[in-house]
């Protein structure tokens, strides 16, 4: 068995593994930082600490999000917390690891490189997020890979 924390983007089920989430929290402002990537929504201020707030919209080639604030699931990191904005939070779920499907070699988009597979989830499907590829990469100013690639 596999433990997972759900939330929802554009009405899909992702989830991610619990042990890597610190908390998940009510819609915060978000700064923009300028020059940063698309996906880098901008920093957010978690009770005194700035934290970097990616979008996955944005990340995972989705429709911008229609004026509702978007819930932020803290994720732990070697560089420090980054949050990852979400549509809703959902619960935390145990998935049973035999019933795990690899993403298809036919996704394409920016969720090809983000996503590891699926499960089962009722009637429809629990996609499993790649926290590794969408955020341990992210220092805390959020812009680090950007700049070295530059």
């Known amino acids: 068995m596999k433990r997972l924390a759900t939330f929802t983007i554009d009405g899909e089920a992702f989830g991610v593994d619990v042990g890597r989430v610190r908390e998940v929290v009510r819609p915060l402002e978000v700064t923009p930082i300028p020059l940063a990537p698309s996906g880098v929504a901008g920093l957010i201020n978690l009770r005194g600490e700035i934290v970097t707030a990616l979008d996955l919209r944005v990340r995972l080639g989705v429709d911008a999000r229609a004026g509702r604030a978007a819930m932020n699931m803290i994720m732990t990191t070697e560089h420090g917390p980054v949050s990852l904005l979400i549509d809703e939070a959902g619960d935390v779920v145990e998935v049973d690891a035999t019933t795990f499907e690899p993403a298809p070699t036919t996704l394409t988009g920016p ?4 996503i ?34 530059r």
């Open 111 to 114: 969720a090809r490189d983000l």
């Open 116 to 149: 590891l597979g699926t499960y089962p989830f009722g009637d429809r499907l629990l996609v499993e997020l790649d926290v590794a590829r969408t955020i341990d990469d992210t220092s805390p100013s959020g812009t680090d890979v950007e700049v070295e690639q």
